[in-house]
Every structure is written in C-alpha cells, then in structure tokens.
C-alpha cells in the first residue's frame, strides 16, 4: 500500500509534503485526498506501474485450477477459441510467463496521472528531443491497450535513429481509455467516444500543447473521429487505420440483408463483403457487451481462462494472420495485454464502453478537418477511396499497405510509424 502521507489539519501541505506524496504513491498514482486537493485537479502526478507480487502469484493460482470444456466440435473456429490453441498459452502463462517483462515495456517509458472531468485518466507522455516535434495522441482500443502502441514510441519520438529525419519527430501521448488498464472506471454512465475526446483535448493542452493531431485505430478511431468532429481549436487533422466510411445506403443494404447491389467496383464490393461477413458471423461479441457487459463481466473478471479465450479469439481474427495470432503477435504480447486487464479489473469496464456507444462505427462519417487514413489489407473492412472521400472530406492522405492488420501498430510498428510520418507530413 502506498506510504501514509501525515499533513496538518490547520494548513496545507508544503511542497516537500507533495513531493514526497508523489514519491511514495507513484506506484498506483493515488493520492491522499487532502495532497490531491492541494495539488489541484490538473496536476500532472507521476506513475509507475507495480502490481504486488502476492498478485502475481494469485494469477498463476486461478491460471492452474483453470476447469476446462470440452474440445469444440468442428474442425475449424467456427465455433470460437480452439481449446488446442488456447490451452497452451493459458498453461504457458500459468507457469513460464513473466508478468515483470510486461511491467518493464510500461515502466520504459514516463507515465502520469491527472485528473480529467472527475476521473483519474493514465497516460504515457515522451518528448523528442527534436525542437520542432510534432505533438500526437495515440488511442488504443479493445481488446487493446496502451500496451499495443508503446513500440511505436521510440521510432516516432526519435526518428534520426529509427530511419527517418528529424522533421518526422513526434511528441507522444498515449492515454488509457476510462475504464482501461489504470484509468480510473467510471462510476456513472456518459463516458462515451464523444466525452473521451473533449478529455483529451483537455490533457493536450494541459501539457501545453496548442497545436496537435490524434491517430486512433478500434475504439481510438472512433474517439479521433468524434474530436474531428468537435473540430477544438488546435486540432490539426487525425489519422485512422478503421475509418467509418460506409455510405447511407450500402449501410441500410447491410442491414436489410441485401446482397451487394450491381455497379459497386471491386473495391467496393469486396468492402461490402466484409462487412456483410461482420454482421452475420463475427459481431456476436459485440451484441453481448453492447447488451449485457455487467453479466459477461462477471466470468471475464473471475475466470483467467475466460477472460484469455475472449480476447484471444478476437486476436485471432482480426490480426493478419489468417486466424492464427501467434503469426503476428508473440505469446508474451498477448498475455501481457491480457494480463493487464486482469491485474486493473478492467474487463467489465471495458465492455462497458459498447452499451455506452452502441452505434454502427463503420457506417460514414461527416468530417472536416484533415483526416488521414491507413489502411491495412488485416483490417475487418478495407475502406475504398470511394467512400473514405465522401466521409473524409479533406482527406489529405490515403495509402493502402500490404501488412498488418486490425492491430496495426502491435503487429507492424515500423510501417505504422512510416505510415504516419507521411500522412502528418503537410500539418507541420
């Protein structure tokens, strides 16, 4: 537990009472109210990530009384998570896996609190060295985490050693979403896309950044969306490898169950496709959480085993992988995204953010600001140009890549850093 912090009734804390608060709690980035008041909601604490090892060990416990089904009865996914895949890695984390690996990528990098709208929000904060850096907020989503992006850090904040120029440099925000990994989770509902993003515009200015650019992928497409279209002074444009393109009535034919009209090009078609794939076989996850987060949470917050073989499904079918993640993602990688959400509680939180938005995130957008987009032949639809520029109408940039897939800066870092580097390139 954190060090006990004794102040004086009869006055505030001094600044050596705060510091030495900071020190002795930046370990879960809590602090004694009375030293939090003193501080003011927009202080800017410091945070280290160390989950106690009685944690840890408890992990490994409930990893190794896991009771398992029975193997599926199909030859194939068809029915979710094969318990052949699985059950490897669920055993691997319950005895080789290092937790202390995943801590350490976290704690690499400088990490903060502050307080936003009423919520304790987390983020990771790296500067370039580079004078002229270009500030960026970076978005994760679900079932991501600021986990997914962290090696994208060092080759956008230092370009000169990572392949680039120094014109390419970034400063680097990435938040956790409320409700994700040690943000703190809503205690009401309204914490939807829309809040999130006047949130961050607040935590950009707060660390001084008047002008700036956000890039999301997932749920972080949707928040960098919703900022576009708040469009707050400072904003420059954004960048999304999932962008919401799917015209009005190519939405309402996929609703209806219609098969792909005539006149659509290939591109199109092929788009159409995909997403009528989505609704019929791949969005049952998402019905759930959109209609009944609290109940599945209960099994994803008791169950380890549960809590791996929903994640791990989606992993496998949204990385480029052709439904086997282990091709894109390392054991380690997965677990430590997964363990994250066990060690903060944040499974039923997280799922929560569908009921709060339960809306149709493909279906075309009304954006004006610059708006960039990737996209990645992995992705759960391939957006056509043809429609990205009906919903994107200043889209400054458009490139489509031949690796990677929904998670695209976890599977492919080095080409989602040259990828935004191109698509920032006319907003410096």
């Not at 956790?176 to 515009?201: A, C, K, L, N």
């Not at 200015?205 to 949707?222: E, F, H, I, N």
């Not at 959400?341 to 938005?357: C, D, I, P, V």
Request: proline share 7%.
């Amino acid at each position: 537990m954190p060090a006990e912090v004794k102040t004086n009734a009869a006055s505030s804390p001094t600044r050596r009472e705060l510091l030495a608060a900071t020190a002795a709690t930046a370990a879960l980035g809590i602090l004694p109210k009375p030293v939090q008041a003193a501080m003011g909601d927009d202080a800017i604490r410091p945070f280290k990530c160390a989950i106690p090892q009685k944690e840890v060990d408890e992990l490994r416990r409930r990893v190794r009384a896991t009771r398992w089904p029975g193997r599926e009865t199909v030859p194939d996914r068809s029915q979710g998570a094969q318990l052949q895949k699985l059950k490897p890695l669920v055993d691997y984390w319950g005895t080789e896996y290092d937790w202390r690996r995943g801590e350490k990528k976290l704690n690499a990098h400088a990490q903060f609190m502050t307080r936003i709208d009423g919520l304790d929000i987390h983020f990771i904060h790296v500067k370039s060295k580079h004078k002229d850096a270009l500030p960026l907020i970076m978005t994760h989503g679900w079932p991501g985490s600021v986990l997914e992006l962290v090696n994208t850090i060092r080759p956008l904040t230092d370009p000169t050693a990572h392949g680039g120029t120094a014109e390419d440099a970034f400063h680097v925000v990435i938040p956790s979403m409320p409700g994700y990994g040690f943000s703190e989770v809503p205690t009401e509902t309204g914490w939807g896309p829309d809040r999130i993003g006047r949130g961050w515009h607040v935590l950009m200015k707060r660390l001084g950044y008047d002008r700036y650019v956000s890039q999301g992928g997932d749920w972080g497409a949707v928040v960098s969306d919703k900022m576009a279209a708040q469009a707050p002074e400072g904003l420059l444009g954004i960048h999304t490898n999932m962008p919401a393109t799917v015209p009005p009535d190519i939405a309402k034919a996929l609703a209806d169950g219609e098969p792909a009209r005539a006149g659509l090009s290939a591109d199109e078609k092929a788009a159409y496709e995909q997403m009528n794939a989505l609704y019929t076989k791949g969005a049952g996850y998402a019905l759930m959480m959109v209609t009944r987060p609290q109940t599945l949470g209960y099994a994803l917050t008791d169950s380890p085993a549960g809590l791996a073989a929903w994640y791990y499904d989606k992993f496998a079918d949204w990385t480029y992988s052709g439904g086997d993640p282990e091709k894109s993602l390392t054991r380690d990688e997965m677990l430590d995204d997964i363990s994250l959400y066990w060690f903060t509680g944040t499974a039923t939180s997280g799922a929560r953010l569908y009921w709060e938005n339960n809306a149709n995130n493909f279906n075309a957008v009304d954006i004006k600001i610059p708006a960039a987009i990737t996209v990645f032949p992995g992705e759960i639809y391939q957006a056509p140009r043809s429609w990205a520029e009906k919903a994107y109408h200043n889209l400054i940039y458009y490139n489509k890549v031949d690796k990677g897939g929904h998670f695209a800066a976890w599977e492919q870092p080095d080409l989602f850093t040259s990828e935004l580097r191109a698509a920032f390139r006319t907003l410096r």
